[in-house]
Structure formats: C-alpha cells, structure tokens
C-alpha cells in the first residue's frame, strides 16, 4: 500500500511540475523582417538557461515556473535588447533587433588585452567588422587595410617584397597578430602578409601607437590583431570563388560545427595569379623601376577546435599550414611555407578570478625550387616555441588587475648568416596592468613591462598610462606609452652579399629601439554620427637601419639619432536606418629626420579613405553597394643615387594619386552572395613605377560568389 501512495505522489508531483513548466517561443529578425539565425537568448534571472535561433531566426525556451522573467536577445553587429515575460505567460514572443549603426558596443581586447566595450576602452581602438571584410572581398590583409585606414601604404621593396608603412612607421615596428599570437619569419624586415588571408576572420582591431607595455618588442608603431570566427550554428558549409583581371583566382571553403561541448572550425583557401606585364598597353618597354609583377599562388589551411569541459573551463586548439610558390624566373620558383599550431586554456577561478595558459609554435620556411634539377633547396627557417600565463583578477566588480608572463625560444637559420649557419635567442618577459574604474564615467589604465633578450644581453622597461572622461555623448581620451623593439638575430649577425654588389653585416652591439608615444583624442557621437579626432606625437631613439661603413666597404646595422613622427588621424562616419552609411577617414603624418642619417623618409604626409554605401534587403534578396576611394598625397625625399655608398642622394617627388572601387554586393536567399567589384574605377596609371607606387595597370574587374549551408 506505501509503495502505491508513494507511486501516486511522484506521479502527482511530475505532473505538478511538467505543468508548472512554459513554453516561450517566437523569431529573431532585424527590422527588414530578416531572420537572424545564431541570435543568443539569455534569462537574466537564471545564468544556465537560454538557447540560440536556428537557420530561420526560430528560438524555444521552457521556463521553469509561472514568475516573471526577463530575456535578453544579443546578436554580433546588433544592438541587445531586453523582453519582459509576465507571470503565468506562455506563447509566442518575436524579438526585433536593431542594427547597431556606431559598432560602439563591440566587445575588443587588444588595446587593454581583456575584453571590453569599444566605448569604454581608453586605447583608441579602431575595428573592421566581419560585415566591412566581406563586403570590400578581399584576399589578404594588405588589400583590406589600404581600403579601410588612411596612413597605411603596402609598397614594394627590394625583390618584390612586400614592404609597410604604418604612419611612419615599418613592418618590424608593427606587430601582427593572429588570435593574440606572434608570426614567425620575415621578408625583408616585414612579416609575410600573404599568409593573412581574410576567410573567417570575426573582426579586426587596430592600435596605433606603442603597445610593448602588453606585447613587448616590435609593437613600436602599433599593434593590429586579427581574430577568427567561431563557429555560431550546429552545422555550416561555406563554399567561395572569386576571378579577377590577370587570371586571378581564388577558391576557399570551410566547414563548422558547434555541437555539445565541442566548437570546431576548418577553412582552407587557393590562390593564383598570373604574372603582370606593366609595360602592356603602353609605348614604352621601360616603364619604371621594374616592369613586371612575378605571377604566384598560395595554399591556406587552418583548423581551430574549442572544447568546453565545463562552464568554468574552456580548451582552445590550432593548427595551420601555408604555402606559397612565386615564379621569380623560369629557372627558380621561390617557395615559402609556414606550420603553425598551439594550445590555449582558459579556466574562470571564481567570479572575479580567471587565469590563461597557452603554448604556440610556429615555424616559417624559405626555399628555392630549381626547375631543372627537380629539387628544393631550404636556405631559411624560423621556428619560434612560445609558452603564455595570464591572471587576472576582478576588485569590486569593475577594476581588473592583469599580471602576466611570457617565455620564446627564437631559432633562425639563414642564407644570409656565414656557412647557412643558425643562431638561437631565449626572450622572457613579465607584465602587469590596472584597469582602475572608479565612477562609470572615468577609467584610469596603467601597466609595466619588463623583457630579457638573451642573445643581445639587453633587458628593457615599457610603462604604459591612459586615461579617458566620458562628458555626455563625448569621450576624451590621454595616454602615454613607451615602446621598444630589440634588435633581431638578423640585425646582429647578418654577413650577406647583397646581390653580388656589396656586403651587408651584422652589428651584435646593436642597443635596443626606444620610443615614447603621446596621443590626445576626443569621440563625439550623437544618434547615428559618430566623429573621432587623435593626436600623436612619437619620439623614436635608436632606431635600427643599415648605413654605409667606408673601412667595410658594405653595409653595417646600426643605431641612428633621434627621429619624431608626429600626426593627426580623423574620422567621421554614420549609419541611417534607411540603409545608406558612410565613413570619412583622414590622417596627417610629420616625420622629421635629422640630416645626414641613413634612413629617408618614405611617408606621405596626407592620406584619406572614404566609403559610401547603401543597403536593402528584403525576405529573399538583398544588394549593398559602395563606392571606395583612397588618396595618398605627394611625397617629395631624397633618395640615393650610389648603392654602394649610401651617402650620396638626390630629391624626388613621387606623384600623388586616387583610386576609386564600385562594388556592388547581392544576397539570394540566405545562402547565396554574389559580388562584383570595379577597382580602380578612373583608370588611373603611373607615368613611372617607382617601389612605392600602386600596382595597377588601369580599371579591373572581378566576381566573387559565396554560399552558405
């Protein structure tokens, strides 16, 4: 008879419950009535319970009594909002979100190195969206960032290589990230931007100024961190294609799923182009510097997989691979590969308490193909092994102490050091910073950081202090930083014969690059304007370049007087429900060098870009187009006349110059996007190709597609 009762009571009680329990439902769409699949919705009043729409923007949650709750709706590039449920509800909730037109709520790490509102960082951040790199379509990182930022220039420099001019500043004294994680390898004093191609990449966030207080040498100039999409839905395919002028071409894919514990995506793209003949459609055989572009192609794969143990522990793993072949003569192809992987793990102590562990490899090779033997020489490799920890702890629910420390082993193995020989530096390094927010409007941020150089024998302080005061719809920013770059193995033991001309040598006394970096700023922002002016001024002592030693009869690295790059970056954009936005982005540079040093200034004064676009879309279709310019003034320098003196130059003016791109991009469906692209819309050409000079032999065109499942 117990048995029976007890029976009956669970079965009561089950029932009670089942009863007790509701069912919310309803879509998640943006105020063209677009679905939103992905969106998360959370409730407020119970941490663990919430859920994400599916591939129409549908969503289910089971609430678990009849009080009355609250939902919160969020979606990447959309502002949140908040739904009430009332007591004893149950039914049919829609949820319309609306697109957030400042992107001052995007969430960005690199300018404090834990996450934070982009209002409320007191480093000026500047970042381009998943949505901005989708809709200029473009292959690498160079072709994006000449787009969107004015001040940057990727010019040639000797042999072709790629060569960055950030504001002053080159490629050794901006650091690239990927995830927060360094590359290995140069070429020519510049990282291979041809391994940073732009499929499946969430955003990217730029910081201009020094940045070694949080990330050590080469963040002289400033830092520019490139950060990967997670996978959002249980299961995505991605296919893309693209062909342009000179038979460029490029084939990606991807794949993606987010089931249970376990988050992994898996891209892989293809890229070639034929070699470009500058001279053609001219008179003149001879039309500048150089007269043909090497034809080349690469091979991108990368694999990222997060698995969450718990809600406290997360495990992130990577790995990569890269490859890419030029066809600098028929005789030898140059080849280049890089393998990369690592291991993160992120562990939330408590509430105010989370600590960071992680370990990345990356090895980045050179070598020659000789056609006619069938054999591949390697001449060059970099292999870096980097360990990680990161702490950092939460006062009174909004000041955050960041202590960290991180440890590199650096081999290098070179064709320009004596015999093909190698060398091997150990780097350490310790850092701490305070995120001090004393009222909602006023943020104080101060850091240190102190690194060892073994080889170099040199150790080095990086301070850090940045304010910024929230007056109404206007924000007001200060900072100071030090910056600094050791010099590399490179630099010190290079013993090479420059192209059998003359010899270029190492310099194992060479002292470290200093700089101190000031910038003011103000950020107004009002409805769906927001306008943003910095000022900067750096002062860079010891900076590493190479000048003519008479006794040597060569070049030797060496440290140079003080050089002061001061400057103005300005930008002004705005966002209207009706579809139509536009960006205005200007930036002045001063770069004042003593004469008689060895290095020329190679920056132009004046930059801006503009972009002006218009968006529609209905249930099933959908376009975007924009009209992009970028102008870059005139630069009058001097340049050398002797390549193997170095002493005497002569001036030269290289011209100023506009380049304008249509593109117009269309959606089918949610799956299909077809875009076409009209660069260099004017037809502009060079009357002579200097190494600074765009690459471009007139109007273009190209046709991207892309699919979804």
Not at 63 to 85: F, H, M, R
Not at 297 to 314: C, G, Q, Y
């Amino acid at each position: 008879m117990r048995k029976i009762l007890f029976i009956i009571l669970f079965v009561l009680s089950s029932t009670c419950s089942l009863m007790a329990q509701r069912l919310i439902f309803g879509t998640v769409t943006d105020d063209n009535d677009t679905p939103l699949p992905g969106a998360t919705i959370t409730v407020k009043e119970i941490e663990t319970l919430g859920t994400t729409s599916d591939s129409n923007g549908y969503y289910e949650l089971q609430l678990p009594d009849n009080k009355s709750y609250t939902l919160t709706a969020t979606y990447v590039g959309y502002i949140d909002i908040t739904q009430t449920v009332a007591q004893n509800y149950k039914g049919r909730i829609d949820i319309i979100l609306e697109e957030n037109h400042t992107m001052l709520d995007q969430v960005v790490v690199t300018g404090t190195r834990t996450p934070k509102l982009l209002k409320d960082a007191p480093i000026v951040t500047r970042v381009i969206s998943e949505v901005d790199i989708k809709r200029t379509d473009a292959t690498n990182i160079s072709d994006l960032l000449q787009t969107e930022i004015p001040g940057i220039e990727f010019t040639y420099s000797m042999n072709q290589q790629t060569s960055l001019n950030m504001s002053g500043f080159g490629g050794n004294s901006v650091l690239f990230l990927v995830d927060g994680e360094r590359l290995a390898g140069e070429t020519l004093d510049n990282v291979d931007y041809s391994r940073l191609n732009m499929d499946n990449v969430q955003r990217i966030e730029i910081v201009k100024g020094a940045a070694s207080s949080l990330y050590g040498s080469n963040a002289v100039g400033g830092v520019v961190n490139i950060i990967s999409r997670e996978s959002q839905e249980p299961w995505s395919v991605n296919m893309n294609a693209r062909y342009g002028a000179h038979n460029e071409q490029r084939y990606g894919g991807s794949v993606g799923f987010n089931a249970g514990r376990f988050n992994s995506m898996t891209n892989i793209q293809y890229t070639s182009i034929d070699e470009i003949d500058l001279s053609e459609g001219t008179d003149n055989e001879e039309v500048g510097d150089y007269s043909k572009i090497y034809g080349n192609s690469t091979l991108n794969v990368k694999e990222r997989l997060i698995f969450t143990a718990s809600d406290d522990l997360r495990f992130t793993a990577r790995a990569g691979y890269f490859f890419r072949e030029r066809n600098s003569s028929e005789s030898i192809k140059e080849r280049y590969r890089s393998f990369t992987g690592g291991f993160k793990g992120n562990y939330d102590i408590s509430e105010n308490d989370a600590l960071e562990l992680a370990y990345s490899f990356d090895q980045y090779d050179k070598s020659d193909f000789l056609v006619i033997n069938n054999l591949d020489v390697r001449d060059y490799s970099n292999v870096q092994h980097s360990m990680r920890a990161l702490y950092n702890h939460t006062f009174s629910g909004k000041h955050i102490l960041t202590i960290g420390s991180d440890y590199m082993r650096d081999y290098l193995m070179s064709y320009q050091f004596i015999d093909n020989g190698s060398h091997i530096q150990h780097t350490a390094d310790a850092f701490a910073q305070f995120d001090w927010n004393p009222y909602k409007r006023f943020n104080i941020i101060a850091g240190l950081r102190f690194d060892y150089f073994s080889e170099a024998k040199l150790s080095h302080l990086s301070p850090k202090l940045g304010m910024m005061y929230k007056i109404n719809k206007c924000s007001l920013r200060a900072s100071y930083a030090g910056g600094f770059r050791a010099p590399t193995l490179k630099e010190m033991y290079m013993n090479f014969y420059m192209g059998n001309i003359f010899m270029i040598y190492g310099n194992a006394d060479l002292k470290p690059e200093s700089s101190h970096n000031f910038s003011l700023s103000t950020e107004y922002t009002k409805g769906q304007h927001n306008f943003t002016v910095t000022g900067f001024y750096n002062i860079v002592d010891d900076r590493i370049t190479t000048a003519w030693n008479q006794a040597l009869e060569g070049q030797v690295y060496t440290n140079m007087s003080r050089l002061q790059v001061a400057g103005v970056d300005a930008n002004t954009s705005a966002k209207y429900s009706c579809g139509l936005s536009w960006r205005l982005s200007y930036a002045y540079t001063y770069e004042h060098i003593k004469k008689g040093e060895p290095l020329l200034s190679s920056t132009r004064p004046h930059a801006a870009t503009l972009r002006i676009a218009y968006d529609k879309n209905w249930n099933n279709y959908g376009f975007n187009i924009a009209l992009s310019g970028r102008y870059m003034s005139k630069l009058t320098t001097d340049v050398y006349t002797e390549m193997t003196s170095y002493e005497e130059t002569e001036e030269q003016t290289y011209p100023a110059y506009t380049i304008w791109k249509l593109s117009l991009a269309q959606r089918i469906r949610e799956s299909i996007n077809i875009i076409f692209t009209i660069d260099n819309l004017f037809n502009y050409r060079p009357d002579y190709y200097y190494s600074n000079s765009p690459v471009t032999t007139g109007t273009t065109c190209a046709i991207g597609l892309t699919i979804d499942l």
